[in-house]
Structures are given as C-alpha cells and as structure tokens.
C-alpha cells in the first residue's frame, strides 16, 4: 500500500494554505462582529437622538409581561395603552389589561395617578422634565412607564449600560414596518429592540428577556400609530375629576399594577 509523505514539500504547502485561510476566517470574523457591533451602537444612537429631539410624541401599545408560576407554567398578561407627551415635562397615559385601567396625568408639577376600575385616584407632588418623573415613578415607587428607558432624554447610555454583547440581527418587520433588528446583553437581562429604517427611526418594538428568574419571563411592547409634532393630537396633561373620584394614598391604589392582587411575587433564581 502506498505510504503518503506528509512530509513533502507538497504537503507542507498545503498545510501552509490551510492556516493561512484559517487565519483569514478567523481575523475576517473578528472584524465583521466589532463592525456589527459598531453598526447596531449607532443605530441604537441615532434613535436615541431622534427620539429626544422630538418635542411631542404619541403613540398606541399593546404589551405582554410573563409570569412563572411555581409549577413552571408561563403566562402572558396581556394589556394596552396610549402615552401623549409633550417635552420636556408633559405627558398623559392610559394603560388597560384584565387586571388594570389606569389613566395617568402629568403637567410638570403635580402627577396624578387614576384608578377607573374602582374610581379612585392618588396624587404626588414631582415638579420637573419627564426624565425627573421616569425616575421617581421607576426607582421611589416602583411603577415604571412602559418602556419609559425610551422615552428619557439619554436613553442611549440609560440602554447601553452594563452592556457586554451587541449583535446586529439585520432587518425584520414589526406592524409592517421594516426595522433594523438589534439585540443586547447584560449580566441581568438580554433585550432586543426593532428600529423603523428610514428618516424616522423610532421604535418599534422592545422586549426584556430576565435571566434572574427562573424560567427567564419577556416583558415586551409593541408601539403602533406613531406620531411626532403637529401631528399629535391635543391631550389633557392636568388631572380634572370629573367622575368624582376618591383621593386616596398612593399605597392604596389598586389596579394600578399588571399582576392581579391574588398574584404573589416570589423570589429570583
């Protein structure tokens, strides 16, 4: 049987060849991803700036957050809503689910906090832009906006923070919109967002993916008729009580949650 001479001259070229291209793949990959990386950062900041440029917005939304319950079933709390706002610190939202119908209002000094379901309404004193009130509403009462990280003023380095992987997945359709398609890693959570293409890159659609509970549930939203400047519709930023509302504290406000009260909150993994 004939012996093949790995030895060759022949065989050492091709073995040569063969690095040499390995080489070629490896640093070509290396370059593609710190360029699709690079490309998705900026499209991600050239929504951030469009989106903190415009001085009204409105828009519709229907989102969904997951629950994991003790047997490990997954479930999806279904809701929709509307936000109006007018920068830099007006705003007025409506959110409705089975479990939740709340109208919020807010003209720059006076959040006020309505509870259709059972007629009653809390008011807070947060006088400032929309930024201050995100803030207050997210981290000293735990009742964040919807995507509010979108609507801040910087949200480009609220989303960026404590990022450790970007991808850029190309372009996919939302609502028949074409988007570009970027997704984002943490340590505590992995989100994607699709951006519309075009002079009006604002998004439309935004998912959270939590790895700290079991199961690791979405919350996502979808946003629909999308408006900017003179084509936003007049709002009500001021709350009027005209159903003859009961004030109440705001840790007795009901319904304002997307978990029903006989939901419990259990601990992360």
Aim: aromatic share 10%; hydrophobic share 40%; net charge negative.
């Amino acid at each position: 049987m004939k012996m093949t001479d790995f030895t060759s001259p022949k065989w050492v070229l091709h073995g040569i060849c063969v690095v040499a291209l390995s080489l070629v793949m490896l640093f070509g990959t290396t370059t593609g991803i710190k360029a699709e990386q690079a490309d998705a950062k900026r499209i991600l900041k050239a929504m951030s700036d469009y989106m903190a440029a415009q001085q009204a917005i409105s828009f519709g939304f229907d989102a969904t957050l997951e629950v994991v319950t003790l047997d490990k079933q997954k479930l999806g709390l279904a809701s929709s809503g509307s936000l109006n706002l007018k920068r830099p610190g007006k705003i007025f939202f409506t959110r409705t689910g089975g479990f939740t119908d709340i109208e919020l209002y807010f003209d720059g000094k006076m959040m006020t906090l309505l509870g259709k379901n059972l007629n009653v309404y809390t008011q807070l004193e947060v006088e400032g832009t929309l930024d201050h009130l995100i803030d207050e509403l997210k981290n000293t009462y735990n009742q964040p906006l919807p995507a509010a990280d979108l609507l801040l003023s910087n949200s480009y380095d609220e989303l960026m923070l404590d990022v450790v992987d970007v991808k850029d997945l190309g372009t996919g359709v939302v609502g028949g919109v074409a988007c570009d398609h970027l997704a984002f890693r943490t340590e505590d959570v992995d989100w994607q967002i699709w951006i519309a293409q075009g002079e009006q890159p604002y998004p439309c659609r935004y998912v959270i993916t939590s790895k700290l509970i079991l199961g690791e549930p979405q919350y996502s939203v979808q946003l629909r008729d999308w408006q900017t400047g003179g084509s936003v519709a007049a709002a009500e930023y001021s709350f009027k009580n005209q159903t003859n509302a009961e004030k109440v504290d705001f840790k007795d406000i009901k319904g304002a949650d997307d978990l029903p009260d006989h939901f419990t909150k259990g601990d992360s993994k």
